[in-house]
Structure formats: structure tokens, C-alpha cells
């Protein structure tokens, strides 16, 4: 059964970068059918997609948060990573990774979440 | 892109059946039959319900139905129990590779 775990520090100071990971058990982040996403959620309020990678590296980004992203694969150690720069309150949120089935027909697997608070 | 439109709330009685609607533009839900909904329970990862406008994953109940028209997806929710109350999100594929969610939408189960 496919498993996904956020990781990365909880706690992060405005204007430095956000780094988490995904790490993928029980099944290959370079299965072809697949693309690996992440998804953000702050406090109170509706998901928002930040971006997607495919296991070759291409990747995909919300337009409106484009210039502060980063989202990486390493096939090796099956797991994904999402960097955001120049971090503000506002990016304040539990930060999902999930799998997509053939990009768009659905975000079927889903980790459970890590809470990121941007604060002094 | 913007956020896909739903209604901030529905509610229901147990048994009836409620439909919560998800607006968007010829751009995105109405160019392509790649609308997903999820549902979310308080403090916990959304679950995928629809894919594909339609299509139920194999261990969802028959009672949660897909339907689009034009730029308008819809959650059908029949013979509502009370484990539905949750939030609702719709997504749906804009092309260029990129994804939407809709704002979400509160299901009170009366």
C-alpha cells in the first residue's frame, strides 16, 4: 500500500526558505503513470495547489507562486522536495505532498500533512 | 488562476440527498472532463471521492456521484448520513500543466 510522509522543520523565519520532503513507501516515484504534487492549506482556509514533478525532473508550478519554488525528484531515495523562498506569514500552512494519477485525473494518495508556521 | 467558485455551506437532513457546485471558466472546467472532489474531515488529509468528472475510486459509496455542464462541475451526495459532514473541494486540470482548487464548501449534516 502506497504511503507518503512529509518532513522538514516546523518552524521557519520570514524571509528564509521553506524545505520539505516527501518520501514515498511501499511503492516507485518513477512509475510512469504517476506525477508527485504539492498541496498547502492555511489555518481555516481552502487547499491550493503549489506544484508538480514528474520523475524525469519536468516540473509544474502554480503561476502565482512560481518565482518563489523550487520542487525536485531523487529517484534514488524514492522521495520529492519542495523548497519555497523568501517565506512570509502568509505561507502559514499544513503542507500536503500527494500522488497524481496522469496529471489532472486526480490527487489519489495523499500524506497526512506537516504544519509550517512562519514566524520570528 | 483563480480559485474555482463553490458555495461556502450546504446543509442536509440524514437521508436526503444535497449537490454542491463547482464554477469555473471555459480555461479549465469547462475545457476538460479532468474535475476531481475530495472530501476533508476536520484535522485530517483530503480524500479523494470523483475523478475524472465521474468516476468513483473502487472503495467510495455508490452514493457519491460526478456530473459537469459548461463550466459548472457538481458533487451529488445521496441518502446523506452523517459521517458526509465534512468540507468539500473541487479541482480541476486548467491545461499548461497546472491545477485549480475550488474555495470549499462546509457540509452540515442536520
Known amino acids: 500500500q502506497l504511503q507518503l510522509q512529509e518532513s522538514g522543520p516546523g518552524l521557519v523565519k520570514p524571509s528564509e526558505t521553506l524545505s520539505l520532503t516527501c518520501t514515498v513507501s511501499?511503492?516507485?516515484?518513477?512509475?510512469?503513470?504517476?506525477?508527485w504534487g504539492w498541496i498547502r492549506q492555511p489555518p481555516g482556509k481552502g487547499l491550493e495547489w503549489i506544484g508538480s514533478?514528474?520523475?524525469?525532473?519536468?516540473?509544474?508550478?502554480n503561476p502565482s507562486l512560481k518565482s518563489r519554488v523550487t520542487i525536485s525528484v531523487d529517484t534514488s531515495k524514492n522521495q520529492f522536495s519542495l523548497k519555497l523562498s523568501s517565506v512570509t506569514a502568509a505561507d502559514t500552512a499544513v503542507y500536503y505532498c500527494a500522488r497524481i494519477y496522469s496529471f489532472g485525473h486526480g490527487l489519489d494518495v495523499w500524506g497526512q500533512g506537516t504544519t509550517v508556521t512562519v514566524s520570528s | 488562476q483563480s480559485a474555482l467558485t463553490q458555495p461556502a455551506s450546504v446543509s442536509g437532513s440524514p437521508g436526503q440527498s444535497i449537490t454542491i457546485s463547482c464554477t469555473g471558466t471555459?480555461?479549465?472546467?469547462?475545457?476538460?472532463?479532468?474535475v476531481s472532489w475530495y472530501q476533508q474531515h476536520p484535522g485530517k488529509a483530503p480524500k479523494l471521492m470523483i475523478y475524472e468528472v465521474f468516476k468513483r475510486p473502487s472503495e467510495i459509496s455508490n452514493r457519491f456521484s460526478g456530473s459537469k455542464s459548461g463550466n459548472t462541475a457538481s458533487l451529488t451526495i445521496s441518502g446523506l448520513q452523517a459521517e458526509d459532514e465534512a468540507d468539500y473541494y473541487c479541482c480541476s486540470y486548467t491545461g499548461s500543466s497546472t491545477l485549480v482548487f475550488g474555495g470549499g464548501t462546509k457540509l452540515t449534516v442536520l
Open positions: 514533478v514528474y520523475y524525469s525532473g519536468t516540473t509544474y508550478y
Open positions: 471555459s480555461s479549465d472546467v469547462g475545457s476538460y472532463n479532468l
Open positions: 511501499g511503492g516507485s516515484i518513477s512509475s510512469s503513470s504517476y506525477y
